[in-house]
């Protein structure tokens, strides 16, 4: 790190989606309110001309380059943001590590369990700080659901059920990507994409699946190649994992649930855990809205209308409506925050353990899938 406030010196490898996400990111730092780290873009390294061309309006990117060990040889990077194809993700991430580097790497975190361990292992070789993103759980609603839930408030736990859905794959004519074939994406298909988003709040909030009965499906089996032919889609495009997990010291059901062909969901992240005292629910279909349960002489379910409550405080009026490029700053702010020793009892980004866990639980829906049967969960 350098001096100063403690600037957070970024380099960014692969500048598509994701990567101009956290380029808009960095750009409004400064609407985080006291905060005690800087951040600060540096370089970027993507193989096409035109998202480089893009980052050339970010004031404070000096070096652009097609060669990401270029990027890793700078000595005015601290922290690498990793945002590529899946196959690419254990490559990139050691050779990150390798570099002396710290890393925010994208999820899944590797392409399978393989990988997402030797990552994992290199990072505690390495002693260098390393989060894996999901951004979802740092909006105001994933945050009251989970103050809740460690308020003990919801009594036994009856059953959790978390997921993300999307469903522009319901259209036979969007092109196929690297998001839709194995060999890239992965042989988790869309656990690997959707997935870390589903475990965050449960890894964390402890809630660890013992053992999974999948049920996956593959809907379209090809699609347009975007050059007037066809090519094969041969990834899992929905996954509904029934799992179980021990929450003080009681089996309870908790079902994940990821799907690219959810039905009018364009980008829901939900999360509900009912109790037999209270319960919770929070979905980005409905952002301002927060509902809770509570068993009273009546039992009722409040609907809570939510403001720009964040976890780090920013200069944004407190009625306002937080979307997704917030979550996003939010976790950044997260990173940035830990790294600096000063995320306190705030909610941090994933660790590598849980990374690993989230591809132990994956690993078992294949196999549960497979077989026909119920998985152990990291007996693989
Ligand atoms: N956190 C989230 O909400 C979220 C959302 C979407 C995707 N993702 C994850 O982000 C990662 C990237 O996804 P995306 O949607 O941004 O994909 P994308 O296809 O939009 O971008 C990937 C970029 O990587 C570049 N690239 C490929 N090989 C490279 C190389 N060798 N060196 C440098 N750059 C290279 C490509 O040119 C492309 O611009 C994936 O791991 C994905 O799962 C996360």
């Not at 402890?206 to 990834?235: N, S």
């Amino acid at each position: 790190m350098s001096n100063a406030k403690q600037t957070m010196r970024v380099g960014i490898i692969g500048g598509g989606l994701m990567g101009r996400e956290a380029a808009s990111a960095f750009g409004r730092w400064f609407v985080l309110d006291n905060f005690p780290v800087q951040a600060e873009l540096i370089a970027v390294c993507d193989l096409q001309e035109k998202l480089l061309d893009w980052f050339r309006q970010v004031p404070t990117v000096r070096l652009l380059t097609k060669d990401h060990h270029e990027l890793l040889r700078s000595r005015e990077v601290d922290v690498v943001y990793v945002a590529v194809p899946h196959n690419l993700h254990e490559k990139m991430y050691l050779d990150v590590l390798n570099a002396g580097k710290e890393l925010l790497a994208e999820k899944p975190f590797g392409i399978d369990l393989q990988a997402a361990r030797n990552i994992r292992n290199a990072a505690v070789k390495s002693g260098r700080f390393v989060r894996c993103s999901s951004e979802f759980p740092f909006l105001p609603g994933g945050q009251r659901v989970i103050q809740a839930a460690q308020s003990g408030q919801f009594g036994r736990i009856l059953e959790i059920r978390c997921g993300f859905w999307h469903s522009s794959d319901l259209d036979p004519n969007k092109p196929v990507n690297w998001k839709r074939q194995t060999k890239t994406c992965g042989e988790i298909g869309v656990m690997g994409d959707l997935g870390m988003h589903v475990v965050h709040v449960p890894f964390r909030l402890g809630w660890k699946p013992l053992r999974v009965y999948a049920q996956l499906q593959k809907i379209y089996t090809q699609r347009p190649d975007g050059k007037g032919g066809i090519a094969p889609c041969d990834t899992w495009d929905n996954a509904m994992l029934h799992t179980e997990a021990l929450i003080n010291g009681e089996e309870v059901p908790m079902r994940l649930e990821m799907k690219r062909l959810a039905p009018g969901e364009t980008n829901t992240w939900f999360i509900e855990v009912l109790g037999t005292d209270g319960g919770a629910r929070f979905s980005t279909k409905e952002p301002k809205t927060l509902w809770l349960f509570e068993r009273g002489q009546e039992q009722v379910w409040q609907r809570i209308d939510l403001g720009y409550q964040m976890i780090f405080p920013t200069i944004t009026g407190g009625v306002f409506e937080p979307g997704f490029p917030d979550c996003f700053l939010q976790m950044w702010a997260a990173y940035g925050a830990e790294r600096a020793g000063q995320l306190g009892n705030r909610f941090g980004c994933v660790t590598p353990d849980e990374a690993v866990l989230s591809h132990e639980l994956f690993a078992a829906a294949l196999e549960s899938h497979a077989k026909k049967n119920i998985a152990v969960v990291g007996s693989g």
